[in-house]
């Protein structure tokens, strides 16, 4: 093989990132809140947004499916864009935006129906079952792929509030993959749990990965460690340091970063 076949070849093989952010600003009126943002999201991995309160992890989620776009004030310059294309661009339709990129959110938010309706809402207002058997078929795989399936087959017509806290958030997350996102947000998703119930989430995200690609934020450096595969640091604003979580973790290039994860600020 000559050197520019070779060269052609692991371009061609090399993985292009799911969400791609560049110079992303956002401001809510005239406080900017992130500062310049270039963020890699790899597909099919963890990717965990850690750093000290109000540093901009959840704004910068948000910006990730336009969620911001519901806060008058905020203001989001710069580029993101999911598999290469703008996902800020005119054409884009964001319904179909946000039903690509779910989210689960850090207080679980069942609707007030049966566990069922819960998982079934999405795909029926989305047109993906033609027929009650789909929807039930949906409504199965999704339970199962959120571990929730055995706990709940026998009463799928119970109230979803219903359900312990850890349980609840296992309902969101099978109510996010039930239209078949690509990528889900997770937005300090055990910060309402006990350790049990927030093993349970954790255990399954490495589960998730396999299929989706899952972005974090997460108060808990623990957590961080024990569930990406890439971290992505931030600091008053300014993303100070990403890459692989176990480098991070052991040999932080930026002193901040040092400063944070041994607990000297945040
Ligand atoms: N809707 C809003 N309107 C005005 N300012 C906001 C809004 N949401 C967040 N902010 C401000 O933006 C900054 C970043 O907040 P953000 O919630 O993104 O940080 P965070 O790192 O996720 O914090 P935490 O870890 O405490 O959740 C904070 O100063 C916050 O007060």
């Known amino acids: 093989m000559t050197v520019l076949e070779k060269l052609v070849k692991a371009e061609d093989t090399a993985v292009q990132p799911k969400i791609l952010a560049k110079n992303v600003n956002v401001a809510y009126g005239d406080r900017q809140t992130l500062f310049g943002i270039d963020l890699e999201i790899a597909p099919q991995k963890v990717t965990a947004l850690i750093g000290p309160s109000g540093c901009g992890k959840t704004t910068f989620l948000r910006c990730l499916n336009r969620m911001n776009d519901l806060i008058p004030t905020c203001k989001v310059e710069g580029t993101i864009t999911l598999d290469g294309q703008d996902i800020y661009d005119k054409s884009v339709d964001v319904e179909v935006l946000r039903r690509r990129i779910g989210m689960v959110f850090q207080k679980a938010n069942p609707f007030p129906k049966s566990i069922y309706e819960n998982v079934a809402y999405g795909p029926r207002i989305h047109g993906l079952a033609k027929t009650k058997a789909d929807l039930d078929a949906i409504v199965e795989k999704s339970l199962r792929r959120a571990g929730l399936w055995d706990e709940v087959h026998d009463r799928l017509d119970s109230q979803g509030t219903g359900l312990s806290g850890g349980q609840q958030q296992r309902l969101c997350i099978a109510r996010a993959i039930a239209i078949e996102p ?36 997460t108060h808990s450096m623990q957590q961080a460690a024990r569930v990406s595969d890439t971290t992505a640091f931030f600091h008053l604003g300014y993303l100070v340091e990403t890459g692989a979580t176990a480098d991070m973790f052991t040999n932080p290039q930026d002193e901040r970063t040092e400063a944070y994860i041994t607990g000297r600020i945040g």
Not at 205 to 210: G, P
Request: charged letters at 30%; proline letters at 6%.
């Open 182 to 217: 690509e990528v889900i947000l997770m937005d300090e998703p055990c910060s309402a749990l006990d350790p049990i119930a927030t093993a349970k989430i954790e255990e399954l995200m490495n589960e998730l990965k396999q299929r989706y690609t899952i972005v974090i934020v």
